[in-house]
């Protein structure tokens, strides 16, 4: 599944989502702090995660504890990873735009 596919809309805390993933809160905050994942924030500073940040916190505990792979690494991945989405985006986009011009064919 495309990171563009998961719902962005913050919903859950800190506690519910280091719950659903098995680690422990100082774990998202260092992930915050060293810049891997940037959850939102609510009015009173709550931190907030969306379905598509669960789903990245999911690949990235996989990359680091199956793999061994350590942060920056695991940064270089995801950015690799989301390039590849928007380019195959493009792609799609590409062949969309060949089709309507072909016809529809």
């Known amino acids: 599944m495309n990171r563009g596919e998961y719902d962005t809309e913050p919903r859950y805390v800190i506690s519910i ?3 659903m993933l ?3 809160t100082h ?7 060293v810049g891997v994942i940037e959850p939102r924030r609510s009015r009173g500073n709550v931190r907030l995660y969306s379905d598509r940040d669960i789903a990245i916190l999911q690949r990235v505990k996989a990359l680091v504890d199956d793999m061994g792979i350590n942060l920056p690494g ?6 690799m990873m989301e390039r590849v989405g928007e380019l195959q985006n493009e792609l799609e986009q590409a062949h969309q735009e060949i089709e309507e011009l072909r016809g529809g064919k």
């Open 22 to 24: 098995d680690v422990q």
């Open 74 to 79: 695991v940064e270089v991945i995801l950015r």
């Open 17 to 19: 989502a280091a719950r």
């Open 27 to 33: 774990t998202l905050r260092y992930y915050e702090r």
